[in-house]
């Protein structure tokens, strides 16, 4: 296989509040994750692509001191949004690449809510 | 024009049918083609991939590259409502960094009548 962790599954979380969401490879080493956000009824929407040891590369129009995101391991990356809004619930998936030209492996992805 | 494009459908077969999914992607460079398929609510999980031109078969999954017209297919066949999902397609390329750029089509929604 090649399985691809997210946790918390959903989460709940007041205005102005951060919430950290955890993606991990579980059986391979991903050099390579990416974190999309998916709003209802619409496509997959590529936030950044994030490199083991380097810094990620985000989407433009994506505010990379809003969503912070850090790849300390080769399983381990996580996406924090931080000072969250009700504009940011939605449904929060990662990726992970196991090998150069391989398909995407993504994990059950989160879905946050912000009241 | 959109760098990797379906039809939004729905595609509506009936079950037992074949059902014809397509793709065309705009970068003549690309090497590598996936098609994924999503459940409402879920995330994508990856069910073929194709890296040369013709056709790869798994199951009764049938994906179909033709690098020329820039074209990428998946034959989905004895069609079951199982399979009512959304299919996206996507095409790897190279950023000028090195690193791998993915690009999804916005996905067709198949619908399986029993």
């Known amino acids: 296989g090649a399985v691809v962790s997210q946790h918390p599954s959903w989460v709940i979380c007041k205005s102005g509040t951060s919430v950290k969401i955890e993606c991990r490879s579980l059986d391979f080493q991903a050099t390579t994750m990416f974190w999309y956000r998916q709003f209802p009824k619409q496509s997959l929407m590529l936030m950044a692509t994030s490199n083991e040891g380097s810094k990620a590369t985000y989407e433009q129009g994506v505010e990379k001191d809003k969503f912070l995101i850090n790849h300390a391991s080769l399983t381990l990356s996580t996406l924090t949004v931080t000072s969250a809004h009700p504009e940011d619930s939605s449904f929060y998936i990662c990726?992970?690449?196991?090998?150069?030209?391989?398909?995407?492996?993504f994990g059950p992805g989160t879905r946050l809510t912000v009241t | 024009q959109k760098e990797v494009e379906q039809n939004s459908g729905p595609l509506s077969v009936p079950e037992g049918a074949i059902a014809s999914l397509n793709c065309t992607y705009s970068?003549?460079?690309?090497?590598?083609f996936f098609w994924y398929r999503q459940y409402s609510g879920k995330s994508p999980e990856l069910i073929m991939s194709i890296y040369s031109n013709g056709d790869k078969e798994d199951g009764r999954f049938t994906a179909q590259l033709n690098k020329a017209s820039q074209y990428v297919s998946l034959l989905i066949r004895d069609s079951q409502p199982s399979d009512s999902a959304t299919y996206l397609c996507a095409v790897n390329g190279w950023n000028s960094g090195g690193y791998q750029k993915v690009t999804f089509g916005t996905g067709t929604k198949l619908q399986v009548i029993p």
């Open positions: 990726s992970a690449l196991r090998d150069r030209g391989e398909g995407q492996y």
């Open positions: 970068d003549r460079v690309s090497q590598s």
